[in-house]
């Protein structure tokens, strides 16, 4: 590895199993920090037999030598985040003292999910599958310059500037109808905003600087995926944030050129979650298969995900935009038990064949073109020793390491941190 901060992000549609890699590789980092998204994400880490589920808290904070950081590209829920904390207090009583959050990381207000709530209902058939807690109006706020943070809490006038931001957002509102309760849920916001001032409020673009210097190991958890991000994925059914390695530059504060290894996780085959085009989706029988033999609902929301075959243009799209230097493929086990698999290797578009995301991925411009390779039988779960793998993964690996130019330096094959071959 390098040195320098490594960056370790998703390169799909979210739901790689970030959550897993980053709970494995801790114990080599000083830190652990979060750079971008809300409560949205849902990282679930699985290890003897209990299952945890972080929705704003780094995947680090299992492991007692390492600092976590709440970055400022991230938004928060105080409820939701309150609610995190009280369940990991039972497993890790002195979790607070490793977690440091930005002061200038944006808060998610109640009266910030009704205007989604009210975005989504004005789209229609058109939605864009949000998980409605807020999220993409409170990006709207910060962008817009009207955004209030969580250093504001500490400031003699944050009352005032609640109010104001408040009384902005029920103007827009104008006559829709509330889907919950707005005084009790604004009882239970100012409740966790209490709880929130004494923990650790820090400068934390200034601690990563702090740490880097100091030659202290580095790692930015992204969260969503690359094919999610505002910029580079399949806009407009895309998340608010920047997900892509550029996300850990401005999210943490990281130069450029404080950049190591970039991880890139990515599932054997492809999921989505809500609206918007996954051109190797399997609608029938055998992505119902590949549903349930992979557990694909949603850890946040219990939303079944959609699943479709390893869409190759779109993963050398993301290794590119990311620069990706290592590649680490997860839940190979869930295709055990298939005689053929395809691989999406190009597109036709518009009665072209290309190798790249095009602008556009509408269904009647695009057409994915498969390579057929051979499955395998063996149930992988129990498999220890990488060279114990059969040859028809290894072949799959290989073909996905050439095709990306990139190496696969770790095959999952299971959701417990003891089911991780190392092939480097």
Known sequence: MNHGADILLGLQWGDE?????VDVLTKKYDVVARFQGGPNAGHTLEFNGIKHVLHTIPSGIFHENAMNIIGHGVVMDPVIFCKEIDKLMDLEPKCLERLQISRKAHLILPTHRLLDAASEAAKGKNKIGSTLKGIGPTYMDKTG?????IGDIELPDFLDRYNALKAKHMHMLGDFVPVFDLDEAEAAWMAAIERLRPMQLADTDVLIQEAYKSGKRILAEGAQGTLLDVD????????SSTTTAAGACTGLGLAPNRIGDVLGIFKAYCTRVGSGPFPTELDNDLGQAIRDKGHEYGSTTGRPRRTGWLDLPALRYAVEINGVTQLMMMKADVLSGMK??????????RGETISHLPYSLEEDLLEPVYTTLPGWDEDLTGVTDVNDLPQALI????????????????????PDREQTLWRA
Do not use: A, H, M, W
């Not at 310059?145 to 943070?149: E, K, Q």
């Open 232 to 239: 580079f994925g399949t806009y407009p059914f895309v998340t």
């Open 17 to 21: 199993g970030k959550g897993k890699i």
């Open 395 to 414: 072949d799959y690996t290989r073909f996905i390491e050439q095709e990306t130019g990139v190496p696969v330096v770790l095959i999952s094959v299971g």
């Open 340 to 349: 053929e698999l395809e691989v999406c290797t190009s597109y036709t578009y």
């Open 145 to 149: 310059r009207n955004g209030l943070r």
